[in-house]
């Protein structure tokens, strides 16, 4: 687990975890997470789950803390309901998915892979 603290964007930056699945959970500041499948509003009190190899980029428009898990065996994924029923876990249609995105950038972005634990450019 992870604890973040940021107070700017990523511009023109990147990053890729080839580790594992992150759980992103915001406590304070709303995050806009760019991906490869589109665009994402994670405010606190929501989660956000980016799979292993998915590329990203956070914007935020104030200063913004919460926590990260890194998932390294598996992937992050809905529980069955079981026993419990209909009423008692989230639901898929509780979750939201990436809105689709597409914009013509030619500037040079910087991507940083995570790698066994280490950090690449």
């Not at 930056?13 to 499948?37: H, K, N, R, W």
Request: hydrophobic share 40%; charged share 25%.
């Amino acid at each position: 687990i992870y604890i973040y603290a940021c107070n700017t964007s990523m511009d023109n930056t990147a990053f890729c975890s080839a580790d594992g699945d992150f759980l992103i959970v915001p406590q304070t500041g709303t995050l806009y997470i760019v991906t490869e499948m589109g665009k994402m509003t994670v405010a606190p009190r929501e989660i956000a789950v980016i799979q292993r190899g998915i590329r990203f980029s956070v914007e935020i428009t104030e200063d913004s803390r919460g926590w990260v898990a890194e998932v390294f065996k598996g992937h992050l994924r809905l529980p069955d309901l079981g026993p419990i029923g209909a009423n008692g876990l989230a639901n898929p249609r509780d979750f939201e998915t990436p809105v689709a995105y597409f914009e013509e950038d030619s500037t040079e972005w910087r991507v940083i892979h995570k790698y066994q634990g280490e950090m690449f450019e």
